[in-house]
């Protein structure tokens, strides 16, 4: 398997150079970069940080999430792991700076985090121990702190080297997560990394094939946040039905897995099936 190469540098949100374009990632590498951070973060509830808790339970009332999330036993179950989930300083930060300086993003990292854990439940036996070890959801765009805010927020499509430089945020939070976290192989690392990889290859940034359940959970959370979310490029969000016909596109031609897909449209239901007893159509 070929080494992944950085395009862009890494840099952290104070400004710091963790990598320069055109470093190889390697283990050694990687090695390396964790064994010359010294610092100590403080660790931090997600749920406890500022507004997140409240900001998250405000966006699930908002269409179409309020019918995704329509039970709220399901809902005091997410905010209760949310309780779980701790998170180092600097990526409590990164939350904060998105907040402020780009609200899309800190709402979808927020939304991702909810509609992972939900599909969870149903795909994974051990989900919660699972969701606590990894907080995948509010890590897993950590990287587009190294992306120019001219170009996440840009009104206009993106042109082909804005949109290969915008693809460096899987890389980026790759190495971002393996610093803040001393650790390159925990699962919040393979996701940042790994979201926008596709089951068949034809994903970014190795082409690799997803082989990890909850990877695989958040890459299609991920899809299908962003289709149905206005952005700046596209003031009108796709409604739900055209959003999941997407998805099942992508499921029938191998880029992503069925049962995921159909664990997010039974939830969207009223009459909410087991996802093994969704059909679509």
């Known amino acids: 398997m070929s080494v992944l190469k950085l395009n862009y540098p890494v840099i952290t949100l104070d400004g710091t150079e963790l990598l320069a374009a055109g470093k190889e990632l390697s283990e050694e590498t990687l090695r390396e970069l964790i064994s010359s ?20 339970v405000s966006f699930l009332k908002r269409p179409p999430y309020n019918m995704v999330f329509a039970d709220q036993g399901q809902v005091a179950e997410l905010l209760k792991l949310m309780e779980g989930v701790n998170l180092v300083s600097p990526v409590l930060q990164s939350l904060d700076h998105f907040r402020k300086n780009d609200f899309y993003t800190y709402r979808h990292i927020l939304m991702v985090f909810a509609l992972s854990t939900l599909v969870a439940g149903d795909l994974i036996e051990d989900y919660q121990d699972r969701i606590r070890e990894a907080a995948t959801g509010p890590t897993h765009d950590i990287g587009k702190l190294c992306i120019s ?13 804005e949109h290969h430089n915008l693809e460096h945020h899987a890389a980026a939070g790759y190495v971002l997560l ?21 089951t068949d290859g034809s994903g970014y940034p190795a082409g690799l094939k997803l082989n990890d359940r909850m990877v695989e959970i958040v890459a299609v959370s991920d899809i299908y946040d962003a289709l149905i979310s206005p952005r700046p490029y596209r003031p009108v969000a796709y409604d739900n039905r055209t959003a999941f016909e997407e998805l099942t596109t992508m499921a029938e031609t191998g880029k992503i897995g069925w049962e995921v897909v159909k664990a997010l449209i039974a939830h969207s239901r009223r009459d909410k099936p087991h996802f093994s007893e969704c059909e679509v159509s």
């Open 178 to 198: 393996s610093y803040y976290f001393k650790d390159s192989k925990t699962l919040p690392v393979a996701v940042a990394k790994e979201h926008h990889e596709r």
């Open 37 to 56: 951070n010294s610092s100590s973060y403080e660790i931090n509830s997600l749920a406890d940080h500022g507004s997140i808790k409240q900001d998250l």
């Open 149 to 161: 805010p001219d170009i996440l927020r840009k009104a206009a499509p993106l042109t082909r080297a």
